[in-house]
């Protein structure tokens, strides 16, 4: 087993993370067995290229305790959240995707500013990677921070089983941490034995999405996580769930927000920052100063607060220092020209009426399974359900952009219902909302609240066709997905 807070170690040891930032123990009647998560094996190189290989498919792993049995997840490492791809700012990326599932897969990179052939979209951006097929992928992430990535096809069932893994671009220069942790929460929708339920239904599609009742971090059910006694911690917190909202308290320690999907923010107090499904924040909090003591993790998003870890004061002490979070490096986003700015409405709705496609449609047309269509659409962007009008072929871009341009997009949610908005390729500049104060920051996923305005703004500088949907998998899967041109 490695050392627990790696980033104390010298930098070419924090290469090496993962593992070690993921130790953990289950508290008692937590998980039975699972003691600590195993160090995935390091994922990155001292050069300029990291190369990793991304096995999908299914591998048991104990998310219950006994006398349920281990439960079938799906995942690209040997035990869920792996692997943690850790590398340095200005190295490549190549990374095989080996498909081993009964389904064609694709890898998205979810919040990375990458070439659109990299991107991961079936029939979109590259042809659906087959059963036994591979496919590399390869690009030099333009931006440090805590991204991940996922599949973009049937995701409700293999982001469900657990398909996600985290990938870190470390910065240059900045605050040094005395630790670096990755904390992947994510509920399991689980029956008593550890078998899967239903992971949609047309209730939880047409609402607020499926909630799973087992509520994790990291696949460990209320983990004691150990952290160096009196450092300052770094937790990368990531909001792997494909329905629910989390709203992070860190109890009993000052605890700061350092980042947003990866961008750096100005450091302030974490208190009120929810994350909708996809989205991240960088926290550094100070940990108790006497080994043993405890401070807790948990979401306050609904009214009745939920436990999620433990946080233990572990090792020897370390020296007193003042508690003073520091900035991380700016990230180099293109700023949008707001002044030329086109403004772009986007209206997300509810469909008028359900929308049932043919079955037989379904399975006849030569591109309905790339287009990963669902049988029935709930929801709508401007009006129009991905697919719209048929699915003789690719249905036409919501909006196309003029390369070079800026555009504000005025994010319009006109139900009743929360929406996390994503966009590929493309960091959003947040501006304003007409429900509430928006602190000024860069992120990849927005949270629209029930009938807010939210505006944000990109400069159009990466060509190429861009997925824009709802992070809520079944609303995605039912409609409220798009695309971009950009050209
Ligand atoms: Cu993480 Cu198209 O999304
Ligand atoms: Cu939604």
Redesign the pocket.
Known sequence: MTHPFESRLSRRSLLWAGGAALAASAVGGGPGGAASIAAPRPATADGDLVEVELVARQRFQRILAEPAGPSPLITYAERFPGPVIRMRKGQRLRATLVNELEEHTSI?W??IRLPNAEDG?PFLTQPATKPGERHVYEFTPPDSGSF?F?P?CN?VELLGRGLAGALIVEEEGGPEFDADLVCMIKDWILDKTGAFGAFTSDRGASRAGTFGGVSTVNGLIEPVIDVPANGDVRARFYNVDSSRVIDLKVEGADAWIIAVDGNPLPPRPLDGWPMGP?MRVDVVFRAPREAGRTIRLLNVYSAEPKPLAVFRAAGPSLPNKRFAPRALPAADIPKPDLRNAQVIPMAFSATAVAQVFDEALLTTLPYADSLCLSQKTFWAINQQSWPEGGHERLPPPITTLELGRSYVFELANLTPHLHPI?I?GYTFSVLSSDQRKVVPHHA??VLLEPKERLRVAIKADNPGDW?F?C?IIEH?DTGM?GYIRVA
């Open positions: 998205h979810h919040g979209v991940f996922h973009h995701t996809a994503h590929h990849d996923t997925m949907h992070h995605q997905m």
